[in-house]
């Protein structure tokens, strides 16, 4: 009897230990995710990563560990600190992982990337300008004579021998006529050279008129406008190019009114690799659902235009990507050209911009 007592004790002792170490570790334990800045906030101290990922799933934050074969406990304090420099310090080198954000997160970087893209033009703009006023300025007139004292002129000495006009003087056979000397022309800096290149460059954007800016969300049940904003400058066809096989075209009618380059939205082509700093060559896996943003002319941003629109993500083929660009370029691409030449991967929903917010950029 006092053996089954002392067996008892010992089993309650040993299921409170665990019991203890287990709430110990929830304790122990605090995330958050703010999707509006990408950034998370962790303290851990011996904590299990299966517990770490159940935590970030309650932000919908999926973190998937591609070659776990343990439970591995990790420790660190991070206060509000960028997604990707958190996860490389908690995460051994040793595996490679990708995560998943909620699509507020995902709007919220793309407009991001938007913001930052304008302002790192404007600093390059400002830079330019600032070397250009940074040129010395030419010494003042005052500052150039000083103190300097000057004496009166002095008087001919013989009235009669005054010089009252200017000599005349004989001209050389060497010297050239008035008119075939060209004045001399100055050469441009480098930094004017640049900013009059830029401003060649800036031309459409200056010149004046809008174009709209949709982000679509694409699933394998189809697409679906998400935002749209209004944009300086206009659209400008002759201005596109076609860097991958699969595109998102826009027609009205029979004629194709825009086309944009997109990556496939349903498919990750790498997985960050934090022990080699980059996501090259770590193999491709598909996603439930992505999203593209693509340009298109001012017109479209009205609710009744807009839903003439016939919205496809396609793939083209790449032999006939050229004779496509070409045609599209010069305004002559009909939509049977692109039946003819690419294949519809998934269709939008008709485009009501009445039942999205607009947002005007200045």
């Not at 460059?201 to 694409?218: F, L």
């Not at 991958?244 to 075209?249: E, G, I, P």
């Not at 519809?344 to 607009?358: E, F, G, M, P």
Request: charged residues 25%.
């Amino acid at each position: 009897m006092k053996k089954l007592m002392f067996f008892l004790s010992f089993v309650l002792c040993v299921g409170l230990f665990y019991a203890y170490t287990s709430q110990q570790a929830s304790v122990n334990l605090s995330v958050k995710y703010n999707p509006v800045k990408h950034t998370l906030s962790v303290s851990a101290s011996n904590t299990p990563i299966s517990e770490v990922i159940a935590a970030l799933e309650k932000y919908d934050f999926n973190l998937y560990i591609k070659d776990l074969n343990t439970d591995f406990r990790v420790s660190g304090r991070y206060s509000d600190q960028p997604v990707d420099d958190v996860l490389s310090k908690l995460i051994p080198a040793k595996y490679h992982y990708f995560y998943r954000v909620p699509e507020q997160a995902t709007k919220a970087q793309l407009q991001q990337k938007t913001v930052a893209k304008r302002v790192a033009a404007e600093q390059v703009g400002n830079k330019a300008m600032g070397s250009k006023r940074g040129l010395p300025s030419l010494p003042s007139a005052e500052s150039l004579v000083g103190k300097e004292q000057f004496k009166a002129a002095p008087k001919a000495a013989n009235q009669d021998l005054a010089v009252k006009t200017p000599p005349r003087f004989k001209a050389s056979a060497g010297m050239k006529a008035s008119n075939s000397i060209r004045p001399a022309q100055l050469k441009e800096s480098p930094d004017e050279q640049k900013l009059k290149r830029d401003a060649d460059a800036d031309t459409p954007r200056k010149s004046g008129g809008e174009h709209v800016v949709v982000t679509y969300k694409v699933t394998k049940a189809g697409m679906e406008a998400v935002s749209t904003s209004v944009e300086k400058g206009a659209y400008n066809p002759a201005e596109q190019t076609l860097n991958s096989d699969m595109l998102v075209t826009g027609s009205d009618g029979s004629n194709v009114v825009f086309m944009q380059s997109v990556a496939s939205p349903l498919m990750a082509r790498s997985i960050f690799d934090p022990a080699n700093g980059h996501s090259e060559g770590h193999g491709a896996f598909e996603q439930e659902e992505g999203f593209v943003t693509v340009k298109m002319p001012k017109k479209y941003a009205t609710a009744t235009t807009a839903r003439n629109l016939n919205v496809q993500l396609l793939e083209i083929d790449k032999a006939q990507s050229d004779a496509v660009l070409e045609k599209f370029q010069k305004k002559q691409l009909r939509t049977t050209d692109l039946s003819r030449s690419a294949k519809v991967v998934s269709r939008a929903k008709a485009l009501d911009v009445s039942k999205i917010k607009t947002i005007r950029r200045q």
